[in-house]
């Protein structure tokens, strides 16, 4: 029950064999930066690095900062636009001779609390949402994923709600906790008036720093931190790409 799980993401690109029933990691993971510009070609080259690293030969889940529809990915926000249309799944497949499954980074998240992280066990409608390089959303009902929601785009103020409270923006602009909480704390708000989740989880690069921000947050809806920190999205791919064991 091992599968690799890797997580491309706008600044890094990490992987891992991952045992999908516990979610341990089974070595340390690897990390290479994006390629800039992260065209396709580029991307799946550094993909194919991971994939050596390991010496993998098996199945393989692989998360992508964009919507993806059966291994196509549909829009382009923090990667080269090139890969819009682009069917992603087959190129890594063709790269590495494994089977790949593609999907959202978040979904992915998402899924791997939902089996063994902050969400387990959890019914109702919980939303995961990942501060990284951009937002991503993963929404569940009854456990049950409603994919690419991409609700990380939301217009707050006549902006996107990543380009005014992803974590690169509070590093970037050097927003100091109590600031960049304000902005989650609205963006949450406008989250809750939507979906009035029972639960929200909190992912992404940020989430390793959740002691500096999460007794800021004032929603209603309980908040959590992701318990898989920033492996959520590596070990959530494996979990995804189960299907392919069978
Ligand atoms: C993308 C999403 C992605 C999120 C986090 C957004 O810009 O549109 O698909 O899940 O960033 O990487």
Known sequence: ?????????????????????????????????????????????????????????????????AVVKQGVVYSAANVDESWIGTNGQKLITQQTNCPVILLNDADAAGMAEMALGAGRGQSGVVIMITFGTGIGSAIFCNGVLLPNTEFGHLVIRGRDAEDRASDRVRQEALLKWKKWARRVNEYLGHM????????????????KKHEKFLPLLTTKAAVVSAQMLNEAGIIGAAIAAKPLLA
């Open 1 to 65: 029950m091992e599968i690799l799980g890797i997580d491309i993401g706008g600044s890094g690109i990490k992987g891992a064999p991952v045992n999908v029933t516990t979610g341990e990691l089974l070595a340390e993971r690897y990390r290479l930066e994006t390629p800039q510009p992260s065209t396709p070609a580029a991307v799946v080259a550094t993909v194919a690095e991971v994939v050596q690293h390991f010496n993998w030969k098996g199945p393989i889940g692989c998360t992508f900062p």
């Open 192 to 207: 809750e008036r939507l979906f009035s989740p029972d639960l929200f989880i909190i992912g992404g690069g940020v989430s």
